[in-house]
């Protein structure tokens, strides 16, 4: 049975779909059936990021009753894709989120929910139709404080939250110290990703950015992939290879898989 991960965040621009797709592509390359759903229905995009440009039929179809949810979907790779319509303006039911992707989910292993930055339906429509929620902020005031809202929402819906990731990170001391975030969303860092212009090569290309090996933000979303689904990312580690002590999120995340696996 799949379990259902929504990537949220109330804010546009912070990562929430670059993730979904670095992270679904991280689970795929380790063996996992990954399934990815556009669920950002008023200005989808998730497709235009893997060069699904003009499906034939969408999740908009299948929330308008339209279509059965198993036609919508379009095999890439090495995972699955649910687009929606850049166009369609119709009226649909977003909360039927939920039971459209109970179909699927004896097909996959993890079902990830890319959803939009406005706190509409279709947002709430992601909320419900997740197993847990991942947060994406970046480190600054503004998107800290729809992050902080972003959590609040999800806990009022009993949606449990795995944690955040950091996105567009600088390393710069202007930017809100990592565990400064953590300790004001009060939710565990999972993953810093740095801002790299590597992101937007691999967008350009229609690529996951985890295939780009030598990057730390794409084995960040690998080890990130690797502990929700119980294990250790084996890498070589530079921090541990110098006694160094490991990251905050390098804690977490072995926290979060000793807790839930063992
Ligand atoms: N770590 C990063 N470094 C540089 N650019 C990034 C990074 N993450 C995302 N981007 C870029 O920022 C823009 C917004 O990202 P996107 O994933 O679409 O955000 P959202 O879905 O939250 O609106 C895209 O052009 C994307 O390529
Ligand atoms: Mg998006």
Redesign the pocket.
């Known amino acids: 049975m799949a379990k259902v991960i929504g990537i949220l ?1 109330l ?11 670095s992270l679904g592509a991280a689970m795929a390359d380790l063996g996992k059936k990954v399934l990815l759903v556009d669920a ?1 229905l008023s200005a989808p ?1 998730l497709g235009l ?1 893997l060069n699904v440009v003009d499906p034939e039929k969408t999740l908009h179809d299948v929330l308008k009753g339209e279509a059965n949810i198993t036609e919508t979907i379009v095999n890439l790779d090495n995972f699955d894709l649910i687009p929606a319509s850049i166009f369609n303006k119709s009226k649909l039911n977003a909360l039927k989120l939920r039971d459209k992707l109970n179909f699927l989910k004896d097909r996959y292993d993890y079902i990830l929910i ?1 959803s939009s ?1 406005s706190l509409t339906e279709e947002t709430l429509a992601a909320i419900l139709a997740s197993d847990e929620i991942l947060v ?1 902020t970046t480190p600054d005031v503004p998107t800290l404080s729809m992050t902080i809202k972003a959590i609040k929402v999800a806990k009022q819906r009993g949606t449990p939250i795995i944690g955040m990731i950091v ?3 600088h390393d710069k001391n202007f930017e809100i110290p990592i565990r400064e975030v953590e300790k004001s969303a009060g939710v565990p860092v999972m993953a810093v ?8 090569k ?2 350009s290309d229609f690529e996951p ?1 985890t295939h780009d090996n030598n990057s730390r ?1 794409s084995t960040e979303y690998k080890k990130l992939a690797a502990a929700l689904m119980g294990q250790k990312y084996k890498s070589f580690s530079f921090r541990e290879m110098l006694g160094l002590t490991p990251s905050l999120q390098d804690v977490n995340r072995v926290a979060f898989y000793t807790s839930v696996f063992q």
Request: proline share 6%; glycine share 16%; no cysteine.
């Open positions: 965040s804010k546009g621009g912070v990562g929430k779909t670059s993730s979904v797709v950002n995009n990021h890319d930055p994406v996105n567009k990170v990703i740095p801002h790299d212009v590597g992101v937007l691999a967008l950015y933000g």
